[in-house]
């Protein structure tokens, strides 16, 4: 009934983008968060490689292998992720969108030459998404766009994926659309945050005043915006638990490299219990958390539903990755505390997604609701 094993394709496409992670990511990931420099050219070396490896056997692209590539890009540049996952995550991003909006975008954010932002969050609509405000006003053949987004990541982006009311009489998630904005459109400006990780994509303030759109830049049914959001987000949990995993492997692995290595009062670190034992705790969450992830993409896959088991994962898989950052941090000692080695720039990159796509409460909140049914909690 169960596999838990990875396909050889799935396997022989781990292997190889691991080692490209190391190679050609790793070393850049600190100057991304020096400098600030969008991973344009790193996003296109892990496209490039994922393509021609898929090339000739689209069909086997699946969403796990969404997963993988989240998991090991995560081990080089946790900042080259999201934009590297491929067709099987955009699918479930703008599955609804026009085929003429897919034509104009997806074949460009596929092969990361544009970039998309996802515009959710307002001033007074964080984790209570229903209570967005930025309005979209039907005027003839157009919309009219007017509002602020408060929390875009990727402020660089060429096209806005904006969620706006369009029922003026709505006051929830109700009545809500969506619409790809492009960048240049008159009457959007942006202004970025300076924030503690992911330093190398930018975050920040989407203002929209007076913003025009054609009516067919609507995403997927009027009114529907949220349900349609709500659905991506569930697989998408997954895929933020595997990238937390994957950095928190990655800081694994070379920490046991370290602790193998460095001696102190006669004796290799390894050898004390004091350090081994959270290692060997660290390997079993981080090896379960990742299990979980998974299990969602294969739920998913599968058309059963799995938005608690992506809430699960959502709070839990990156909870454990930055405990283990943390104690690996500790286990370098001074070493660990500076910029020479990676460890505290994935502490806070992975910290960032423990907020990002709904804090740990709200993660519970839906699990809690599923287990007292939703009259016990408010919504
Ligand atoms: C790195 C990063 C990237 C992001 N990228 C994007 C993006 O691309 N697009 C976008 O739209 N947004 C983005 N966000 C915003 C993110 O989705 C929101 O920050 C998140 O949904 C929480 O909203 P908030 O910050 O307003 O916090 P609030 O909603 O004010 O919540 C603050 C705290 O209160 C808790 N809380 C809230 N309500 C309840 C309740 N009913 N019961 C118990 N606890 C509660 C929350 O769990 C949280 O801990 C990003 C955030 C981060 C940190």
């Not at 983008?17 to 070393?27: G, N, V, W």
């Not at 086997?60 to 995550?89: H, K, M, Q, Y």
Request: with cysteine; aromatic share 8%.
């Amino acid at each position: 009934m169960l596999d838990f094993s990875f396909t050889p394709a799935e396997e022989e496409f781990r292997a190889g983008l691991r080692a490209l992670a190391l190679r050609e990511l790793l070393p850049r990931y600190r100057e991304g968060d020096a400098s600030g420099t969008y991973p344009a050219a790193q996003i296109r070396c892990v496209i490039a490689f994922a393509d021609d490896f898929w090339r000739g056997r689209e069909a086997e692209r699946t969403l796990v292998v969404s997963g993988i590539t989240a998991e090991e890009v995560a081990r080089g540049d946790f900042s080259c992720v999201l934009p590297s996952l491929g067709p099987a995550l955009n699918r479930e991003f703008l599955d609804a969108a026009s085929p003429e909006l897919r034509a104009r975008w997806v074949p460009g954010l596929l092969a990361g030459d544009l970039v998309l932002g996802l515009c959710l969050t307002e001033a007074g609509a964080g984790s209570d998404m229903g209570a967005i405000q930025t309005r979209a006003e039907r005027r003839g053949d157009v919309y009219v766009l007017n509002g602020e987004k408060t929390s875009v990541s990727f402020l660089n982006a060429d096209v806005f994926y904006v969620f706006a009311r369009t029922d003026p009489a709505s006051s929830d998630w109700r009545g809500l659309s969506a619409f790809l904005v492009p960048r240049d459109t008159p009457g959007l400006s942006t202004e970025a945050y300076d924030d503690m990780g992911c330093r190398a994509v930018p975050r920040g303030i989407l203002r929209l005043a007076n913003v025009e759109v054609p009516a067919d830049a609507m995403v997927g049914t009027h009114g529907e915006g949220f349900p349609m959001i709500r659905r991506f987000f569930d697989v998408n949990r997954a895929i933020i638990g595997l990238k937390c995993v994957g950095a928190a492997l990655q800081t694994l692995d070379e920490t046991i490299a370290h602790v193998k290595e460095r001696v102190q009062f006669g004796a290799p670190l390894a050898s004390y219990q004091g350090v081994a034992f959270p290692i060997a705790e660290a390997a079993t969450v981080l090896e379960l958390a990742r299990w979980q992830c998974y299990r969602v993409l294969w739920m998913r896959a599968r058309g059963i539903p799995c938005a608690v088991e992506g809430a699960m994962v959502k709070w839990w898989a990156t909870k454990v990755a930055a405990e283990v950052i943390h104690q690996c941090l500790l286990l370098h000692g001074h070493r660990g505390y500076t910029k020479r080695l990676p460890i505290e720039q994935r502490l806070r990159d992975v910290i960032g997604w423990q907020i990002g796509d709904g804090a740990p409460q709200i993660q519970k909140l839906i699990i809690a609701r599923s287990l007292f049914g939703k009259d016990f909690l408010p919504r």
